[in-house]
DNA sequence: TTTGTTTTGCAACGACCACTGCAAAACTAA
DNA sequence: TTAGTTTTGCAGTGGTCGTTGCAAAACAAA
């Protein structure tokens, strides 16, 4: 009996990475399998066999995001230094990022989250789940700040992430809207203006 | 010759309040043609001829939020008081608005941001210059509060009346995803924080 | 009643949607 | 060569989309 069958034609990591380039620039609802198929330059009886159907494909794409192009609000978190240069180093990134001319403007998951509807109740919580993650990761990092005497004890660590958090979706609005890296850039300069005792 | 013809079995107003709801509740896109006619009681033949088309309907839905419920971004800044007040009332109005349950939650104008794809670049910009002209509500109201001597010469207006906006327009994005009134009350006040001068 | 005007109900249009069936193609192992 | 396995190309599925045509219905004026 024979072991593998015929080759596939295509990288899958690849057309994966193309997936989530068109799911990230339209959304999950006006991307089509026809558009998707053929920017993946693929067969869309391929696509199926490969990826299962959209729902997956596009979960897939997301993760691909969160643990690629949109790293960035974990790792930018992770290394050295006071949870107020964490998130300045955050804001400065998501300026940079959210507003590169080589792949779509703003956040992939920030965007689509009010894209679904009915019928879609299921994409909606794994969005929902993967973003209160990454709020999740705010969370963690003024948590370990207040242990540290980084943050004054009497700080609402829920409120502030949730503001920083209100912040960074923001911006993915107003990146998505037009708005320039420096200008964003000042933006998230200026939200950091509330951090407790920020100023002198 | 005669001139009336045979009278509508509709409310012309009431119907386009109940368009509005569901293009608000579930954006242009995923709002169906006959999801409307079912929900305003009228045939898709008698909403061609009263309101047009579907991009022509969105607009005037969309109008008529923003005249309407949506209006508070305007009114909240006319009434008397300092800048800083005003804009807490905003913030107020919102958090109260935007999370009400007799309404879809959040601004029907944020969410249609990242609604829309290709083919509707025309929506896309109406969309984008109402939003526009509500972000020069902003700009007006902040310049004003220089002249007034309100907020020190020093201030960048442009950049405070975006950062405002940032925060509305995030606070939507929470709303949508479920969070409470008291919470975006929370964040609300605590992005005040970043007001020129605010902390003692 | 007749004529003109407007709305209504209903059925249909072509275009697109996500998805699948099927057989030929392209490989591996015997 | 042969048998077994997987992918590919392509056509086609039923369903839904926004939109329209048409004739009957319901009114006002002549």
Redesign the interface.
């Given at each position: 009996m024979g072991y593998g069958g015929r080759p596939r034609k295509f990288e899958r990591d690849g057309a994966l990475e193309t997936a989530m380039l068109l799911f990230w620039e339209?959304?999950f609802?006006?991307t089509g399998i026809d558009d998707l198929a053929k920017a993946m330059r693929i067969s869309t009886s391929s696509l199926y066999s490969t990826f299962g159907d959209k729902r997956q494909l596009f979960l897939e794409a997301l993760d691909l995001y969160r643990s690629g192009r949109g790293g960035y609000t974990k790792t930018t978190l992770e290394v050295g230094g006071s949870a107020l240069d964490s998130f300045r180093r955050l804001f400065e990134t998501a300026a940079r990022e959210l507003t590169r001319g080589d792949q779509p403007r703003?956040c992939m998951l920030?965007?689509s989250?009010?894209?679904?509807?009915?019928g879609l109740e299921e994409l909606q919580v794994e969005v929902?789940r993967r973003?209160a993650e990454s709020l999740d990761g705010f969370r963690k990092r003024l948590a370990r700040a207040k242990r540290e005497k980084d943050l004054p004890p009497f700080v609402?660590v829920n409120?502030?992430a949730?503001?920083l958090?209100?912040?960074?979706?923001?911006?993915s609005?107003?990146a998505?809207?037009?708005?320039s890296r420096s200008?964003l850039l000042?933006?998230g300069e200026?939200?950091?203006?509330?951090w407790p005792g920020a100023?002198p």
């Open positions: 339209h959304g609802e006006q703003g920030t965007l989250l009010p894209t679904f509807s009915q929902s973003r609402d409120l502030l949730s503001f958090m209100t912040t960074l979706m923001g911006m609005l107003q998505r809207s037009g708005a200008h000042k933006i200026l939200a950091l203006q509330a100023r």
